[in-house]
C-alpha cells in the first residue's frame, strides 16, 4: 500500500536559520507532490507544487525540491521566522480530480 | 480570500444527534469535492470522494449509511454525520478541485469544521 512518511514528527530550529523537512515515499508514483502549511485548528494552505518531471521550486524563502528516483521531496525554508511556526504536510497527487494522500506532517518550531 | 468555505468553523452536538457540514466553493464551480477527517497529531485522512449529480466514493473503513454526502451543485457539497458518537469527534476538512482565480485546476481546502459528540 502507498506510504508516505515525513522525517520527523517535530523540528526545533533557530530563527535565522534553514529548515529542511523530508517527505519520503513508497509505493507510489506521483504526479506532483504538494507542501502546505496548517496551523492548529485551521485547514491546510497550500504552498507549493512541484511535478514529476521538476527537479526544484522557489517561492521566496521556500525552495522545494523532488527526486522521483529517491522517492524524495526536501522543502527547505530560509532565514526561517518564529512566524513559519506550524505543522507542514506533503501530499502526492495524480491529477486535479483525484485525492491528495497526506503525509503525517512535521511540526516546526521556530525559536527566537 | 478564502476559495472554499466551510460551515460551522466548531459545533457540539449530543450524542444520537446527526449534525450537518456545508462546504462551498466560493468562486469557481467544484465539479470534484472531498472529505476528509483528522484526529489530532494524525495526518488527514480521506473519507470520501464526491462528484456533482452522482453518488459519492467512501473509502474502505468509511461508513456510507453514517456519513451522508450530498453534492447536490457545483458549489456545494455536505456531510452529515449521522446518530453521532463521541468517537465521531474530530476534525473535518473538505477540499474542491476546480479552476479558480489563480486559474489551473487545483486543489483548494476549506478551514475545517471542529465537531464534539458530548
Known amino acids: 500500500s502507498q506510504k508516505i512518511e515525513q522525517n520527523s514528527e517535530a523540528l526545533n530550529i533557530q530563527e535565522g536559520k534553514t529548515a529542511t523537512l523530508t517527505c519520503n515515499y513508497t509505493?507510489?508514483?506521483?504526479?506532483?507532490l504538494q507542501w502546505y502549511r496548517q496551523d492548529p485548528g485551521r485547514g491546510p494552505v497550500f504552498l507549493l507544487l512541484?511535478?514529476?518531471?521538476?527537479k526544484e521550486k522557489r517561492k521566496e524563502r521556500l525552495k522545494v525540491t523532488f527526486d522521483t528516483t529517491l522517492k524524495q521531496s526536501l522543502f527547505h525554508i530560509t532565514a526561517s521566522q518564529p512566524a513559519d511556526s506550524a505543522t507542514y504536510l506533503c501530499?502526492?497527487?495524480?491529477?486535479?480530480?483525484?485525492?491528495?494522500?497526506f503525509g503525517k506532517g512535521t511540526r516546526l518550531s521556530v525559536i527566537a | 480570500g478564502a476559495v472554499v468555505s466551510q460551515h460551522p468553523s466548531r459545533v457540539i452536538c449530543k450524542s444520537g444527534t446527526s449534525v450537518k457540514i456545508e462546504c462551498r466553493s466560493l468562486?469557481?464551480?467544484?465539479?470534484?469535492m472531498f472529505w476528509y477527517r483528522q484526529f489530532p497529531k494524525q495526518s488527514l485522512m480521506l473519507m470520501a470522494t464526491?462528484?456533482?449529480?452522482?453518488?459519492?466514493?467512501?473509502e474502505q473503513g468509511v461508513e456510507k449509511d453514517k456519513f451522508l454526502i450530498n453534492h447536490a451543485s457545483l458549489t456545494l457539497s455536505t456531510l452529515t454525520v449521522t446518530s453521532a458518537h463521541p468517537e465521531d469527534s474530530s476534525f473535518y476538512i473538505c477540499?474542491?478541485?476546480?479552476?479558480?482565480?489563480?486559474?489551473?485546476?487545483?486543489?483548494?481546502f476549506g478551514e475545517g469544521s471542529w465537531l464534539t459528540v458530548v
Open positions: 512541484i511535478r514529476e518531471n521538476e
Open positions: 509505493n507510489y508514483s506521483p504526479a506532483y
Open positions: 468562486d469557481f464551480q467544484a465539479t470534484t
Open positions: 464526491s462528484n456533482e449529480g452522482s453518488k459519492a466514493t467512501y
Open positions: 501530499a502526492l497527487g495524480d491529477s486535479g480530480n483525484t485525492p491528495l494522500v
Open positions: 477540499s474542491a478541485s476546480g479552476q479558480a482565480q489563480k486559474g489551473g485546476n487545483t486543489i483548494y
